[in-house]
T-cell receptor, first 114, second 113 residues
Framework: GNSVTQMEGPVTLSEEAFLTINCTYT??????LFWYVQYPGEGLQLLLK?????DKGSNKGFEATYRKETTSFHLEKGSVQVSDSAVYFC?????????????FGKGTKLTVNP | DAGITQSPRHKVTETGTPVTLRCHQT?????MYWYRQDPGHGLRLIHY???????DKGEVSDGYSVSRSKTEDFLLTLESATSSQTSVYFC????????????FGSGTRLTVV
């Protein structure tokens, strides 16, 4: 079945450092890809998405490019802030027709120190 | 997201007792989902619904049942709670198959003792 593998971390960075969180996927067909973020004590929020190959999703300084040839969707940010500390989940859409289910990676906890 | 409310937010229950978690949405989403979140596992789908009275199993459905008698409410029931069902449960919803965005509730932390 479809699956998502992401680096598990935890990842600890200093403020203004460059961030990369790797995500690769296995899927049949052409899934849509997502990054979700979970701040402490909260639910998940959509951070960015890409729906077809070579699409770049971006939001709040984060970006990720849908790479079909390498089946990857790595999350990057050029300069992280303390407020970016959270758990990040890579996900893909799974299913066709009526119900589209999200399949998640295990999550990567990011801590940014001042 | 204010459009999805989960209740209760926290619950402690004893092994063998039935438990029902409620997800209520005000956005007229057609599709609704129950996930559980556990360390080292990410989020795993328990059950989902693609309309009133239309539900199906996810990857970890054993020990759980769901009901959706109206669009706005999706109930998750643990018929006889076990310690392995201690987890954080999230409800999610989306409006249509062309809308790729899922909206998540704030979660219910369930502890089975």
């Amino acid at each position: 079945g479809n699956s998502v593998t992401q680096m598990e971390g935890p990842v600890t960075l200093s403020e203004e450092a460059f961030l990369t969180i790797n995500c690769t996927y296995t899927a049949t067909g052409y899934p849509s890809l997502f990054w979700y973020v979970q701040y402490p004590g909260e639910g998940l929020q959509l951070l960015l998405k890409a729906t077809k190959a070579d699409d770049k999703g971006s939001n709040k300084g984060f970006e990720a490019t849908y790479r079909k040839e390498t089946t990857s969707f790595h999350l990057e940010k050029g300069s992280v802030q303390v407020s970016d500390s959270a758990v990040y989940f890579c996900a893909l859409s799974d299913g066709q027709g009526g119900s589209e289910k999200l399949v998640f990676g295990k999550g990567t906890k990011l801590t940014v120190n001042p | 997201d204010a459009g999805i409310t989960q209740s209760p937010r926290h619950k402690v229950t004893e092994t063998g007792t039935p438990v029902t978690l409620r997800c209520h949405q005000t956005e007229n989403h057609r599709y609704m989902y129950w996930y559980r979140q556990d360390p080292g596992h990410g989020l795993r789908l328990i059950h989902y619904s693609y309309g009133v009275k239309d539900t199906d199993k996810g990857e970890v459905s054993d020990g759980y049942s769901v009901s959706r008698s109206k669009t706005e409410d999706f109930l998750l029931t643990l018929e006889s709670a076990t310690s392995s069902q201690t987890s954080v449960y999230f409800c999610a919803a989306k409006r249509s198959q062309t809308n790729y965005g899922y909206t998540f509730g704030s979660g219910t932390r369930l502890t089975v003792v």
